[in-house]
């Protein structure tokens, strides 16, 4: 048996369209055949032209990748808080996945965070090796809430030693630091800047008062009942990315945490097209989740697969791991679903590949020379081809033990 027919999972790497820094040229040089990707130039909520869609399809052909995935079709926030014209959204939603399900995209990623998307506190920390990476420092985030967003009752979210951190570390800031550090926390939505400002994330908060854990699940189900059966019929496969960080920020409910979060879902909304995109790296922060377990325990349910590792600190803080490294046992995890691929593949299902990302990576060597304002954080291009090297040799050891 040749090295090349061992069967490992299709290689992808994210892709925030023609204006990412990071051609496709290179992902393919990298050695991907396939991309997450989003039409980030459509606002959240509006539908998605079939001919759009199309247009993507053939530009990434053009370059010899697929479109394995869309990361995401975004949530309205209207859908969140259960407010507004629910219908239209629901609908355009619902023809959303139709045009993509057409045009032979079947995995749709999407993420149920509300008000912000990820949130880390530092998006240039420097590690021993001179490479940079993201972090989440709860001192800085509670720094974040007391003075700049100044959300009544945010100190009972903190401990006296987080609060007394946070007071330090905003002291120590400059006025243009200041700015620069609110920026990264509210306007860091994938591919887009929405150009939020601080009121604006006020006015959000307030549409969520009273609601709770139970008010966001339901408005989540609500979403979920309104949208599978057009999935289903269009033969795609939703895939609700987990929260990052995983546990509640902003004094807001996250329901899409831990294990328990998964299985609620999964029973309240029992569709074949109601799945979950693996994310490693954002349940690893958590310590209750047992990573290898989870990708067995929802393998059945795994539409997409983002790789990464996170190493978390006694402070609380974490930050983005080598791939390999960190809290995340990785060969366990793939070990687990490349035993899913195969099941899949022994049942004859059409879509049994696994399609997975390297997800982040560091900023190392040339891109630290780069002028990266207009970069996406996590999403240069060496440290994700380091991390999407390391993955692609893992399997193969793994696919070599095994034959
Ligand atoms: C950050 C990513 C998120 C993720 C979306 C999914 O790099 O993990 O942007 O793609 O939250 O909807």
């Not at 045009?103 to 999407?110: A, H, L, Q, R, S």
């Not at 243009?176 to 994330?201: H, M, W, Y």
């Given at each position: ?185 509210i306007d ?6 929405l150009g939020l400002t601080?009121?604006d994330i006020?006015?959000m ?199």
């Amino acid at each position: 048996m040749s090295v090349s027919d061992y069967v490992l999972m299709e290689e992808s790497f994210r892709w925030y369209g023609p204006n990412d820094m990071v051609p496709l040229a290179f992902i393919r040089q990298a050695g991907a055949t396939a991309v997450f990707t989003s039409l980030h130039q459509i606002p959240y909520g509006e539908l998605w032209p079939r001919e759009a869609v199309r247009e993507r399809v053939q530009m990434l052909a053009d370059h010899g990748l697929r479109w394995t995935a869309v990361e995401s079709v975004p949530v309205h926030e209207d859908i969140r808080t259960g407010r507004g014209d629910l219908k239209t959204l629901f609908a355009n939603y619902a023809a959303t996945l139709k045009n993509l399900g057409a045009e032979g995209v079947k995995t749709v990623i999407y993420n149920f965070m509300p008000v912000l998307d990820w949130i880390r506190t530092d998006l240039k920390h420097t590690l021993p090796d001179g490479s940079q990476c993201l972090l989440y420092n709860p001192a800085h985030f509670a720094a974040f809430e007391l003075y700049a967003l100044q959300r009544p009752d945010a100190e009972a979210d903190f401990t006296p030693q987080q609060l007394a951190g946070a007071k330090k570390f905003w002291d120590a800031l400059s006025a243009a630091d200041r700015e620069q550090f609110i920026r990264n926390l509210i306007d860091v939505f994938p591919g887009c800047k929405l150009g939020l400002t601080i009121s604006d994330i006020r006015a959000m908060l307030a549409k969520y008062d009273g609601m709770g854990e139970g008010g966001l699940r339901k408005n989540f189900i609500r979403f979920l009942e309104a949208v599978c059966p057009a999935a289903e019929e269009a033969g795609v496969k939703l895939a609700v990315h987990p929260d990052d960080p995983p546990f509640p920020v902003l004094g807001l409910p996250r329901i899409v945490s831990k294990a328990a979060d998964v299985e609620a879902l999964f029973k309240a909304v029992d569709s074949p097209a109601n799945g979950l995109c693996f994310c490693t790296g954002s349940f690893s922060a958590n310590p209750d989740n047992d990573l290898p377990l989870m990708a067995g325990q929802f393998a059945p349910r795994i539409h997409a697969v983002h790789l990464r590792s996170t190493q978390r600190l006694p402070d609380g803080s974490f930050f983005e791991a080598d791939h390999l490294a960190g809290s995340v046992n990785m060969p366990k995890v793939v070990r687990a679903l490349l035993n899913e691929q195969d099941r899949r593949q022994r049942e004859g299902r059409e879509d049994w590949r696994l399609a997975f990302r390297p997800d982040h990576g560091h900023t190392m060597m040339d891109d630290l020379q780069k002028d990266l304002t207009d970069a996406n954080p996590g999403y240069t291009c060496i440290g994700r081809m380091r991390g999407l090297a390391e993955l692609r040799g893992l399997m193969l050891g793994l696919r070599y033990a095994e034959a």
